[in-house]
């Protein structure tokens, strides 16, 4: 079991943070998109509100694994993630549509990951170093 590390919780969690989810299509390309969303309920949880992800949605459902990825200046983490589940009803979903309600939008879902390795991608000489 990966545990992500402090400073990589705290890095997903800042608002000011750029998050972006990585996804595989069908012949393995990548697909890449930024969500606002993403967060980690904690340190072995990641989930992502399903807003507007109609072919990332897909990719998971196919595919199961994904890559997180989260940048602040110069600091940035890449958490290498499986979906744990798609989350359609219950306390987590509504605690997300309750952030998002302030900035007019809604979830469908929400997709829950483990974490498999965590990396720092800052750019520095730590780049590319496994943290977990």
């Known amino acids: ?3 992500i590390p402090e400073k990589v919780l ?4 800042d608002p000011k943070s750029v998050k972006v989810l990585t996804s595989v299509e069908t012949g393995g390309q ?8 993403i967060s980690a309920l904690d340190a072995e ?9 109609k072919k990332t949605s897909s990719n998971l459902e196919r595919h199961r694994k994904a890559a997180v990825l989260v940048l602040i200046d110069r600091i940035s983490y ?6 744990k589940k798609r989350i359609a009803e219950g ?18 879902a929400v997709w829950a990951f483990e974490p498999l ?3 720092d991608q800052s750019a520095s000489q ?3 170093i496994k943290l977990a």
């Open 1 to 3: 079991m990966v545990i």
């Open 10 to 13: 705290e890095a997903f969690n």
């Open 30 to 37: 990548p697909h890449v998109i930024v969500c606002g969303s």
């Open 45 to 53: 949880t990641v989930v992502v509100g399903e807003i507007l992800m």
């Open 78 to 83: 890449v958490i290498h993630v499986k979906v």
């Open 91 to 108: 306390p987590v979903l509504d605690n997300m549509n309750h952030v998002l309600a302030g900035m007019g939008l809604r979830a469908h």
């Open 117 to 119: 390795a965590v990396y």
């Open 126 to 128: 730590s780049a590319g």
